[in-house]
């Protein structure tokens, strides 16, 4: 079946601007989950969602926002870019239930000058 | 907070070594999960443990949950050049507030 599919692959953005990523999960898994990944801080959880509900969220501001369609497909949105907001933004989904493995997509590379 | 600290940081060995990498927390995971990921890619699932004790092997690859849950190693076996890259371990939330905590990462380079 096929993985977890993220668009845009690569991006550059103004700082000030504003930023949405596009993620669709594996077939059937309801849960997609959003992480950022930088050298510095390596893979760092951004946010989970369920159902069209957020169910979890990480520790970063509210520039970060996110939401989830009724087929489970999933955005991302950054608003008001800064230059540490450049990194590797992976999507990953999975199936219900706790502790069920996660599969990533291949990410989107999102640079801020 | 909970912390996954991965050992080695870095790794560089020669071809047709053995190594083996450590994920250690004070946590008790549901599961725990090893990614191997390549510049610019995203992390691929190598491998899931979810019993105490529980050991697989995936060829070259030996992966064991510790008795407790709260650790896992990973010992790779005549290291090769494809072996290299970024291998990250991950924690299943046990209480549901969090889904996943990711290790600090182990970067592994193997010199042919």
């Known amino acids: 079946k096929a993985g977890v599919t993220q668009t845009p692959r690569y991006l550059i953005k103004t700082r000030g601007q504003q930023v949405t990523l596009s993620c669709s999960p594996i077939?059937?898994?309801?849960?997609v989950s959003w992480y950022q990944q930088t050298p510095g801080q390596g893979l760092q959880f951004l946010f989970e969602?369920?159902?069209?509900?957020?169910?979890n969220k990480g520790n970063f501001p509210g520039r970060f926002s996110g939401r989830q369609f009724s087929n489970s497909r999933s955005e991302m949105n950054v608003s008001t870019l800064e230059l540490g907001d450049s990194a590797l933004y992976l999507c990953?989904?999975?199936?219900?239930?706790?502790?069920?493995?996660?599969?990533f997509g291949e990410g989107s590379w999102l640079t801020v000058v | 907070t909970q912390l996954l600290e991965q050992s080695p940081q870095f790794l560089s060995i020669q071809e047709g070594e053995n190594l083996t990498v450590y994920c250690n927390s004070s946590s008790v995971f549901s599961s725990l999960q090893w990614y191997r990921q390549e510049p610019g890619e995203g992390p691929v699932l190598l491998v899931t443990v979810v019993t105490g004790g529980e050991v697989k092997k995936l060829k070259r690859l030996t992966f064991q949950f510790g008795d407790a849950r709260k650790d896992s190693s990973l010992h790779i076996t005549a290291a090769q050049p494809g072996d290299t890259g970024l291998y990250l371990c991950?924690?299943?939330?046990?209480?549901?507030?969090?889904?996943?905590?990711f290790g600090t990462g182990t970067r592994l380079k193997v010199l042919a």
């Open positions: 969602y369920f159902s069209e509900t957020q169910r």
């Open positions: 991950a924690g299943g939330s046990v209480s549901g507030t969090y889904k996943y905590i």
């Open positions: 077939s059937g898994h309801r849960s």
């Open positions: 990953a989904s999975s199936g219900t239930g706790p502790g069920n493995t996660i599969y």
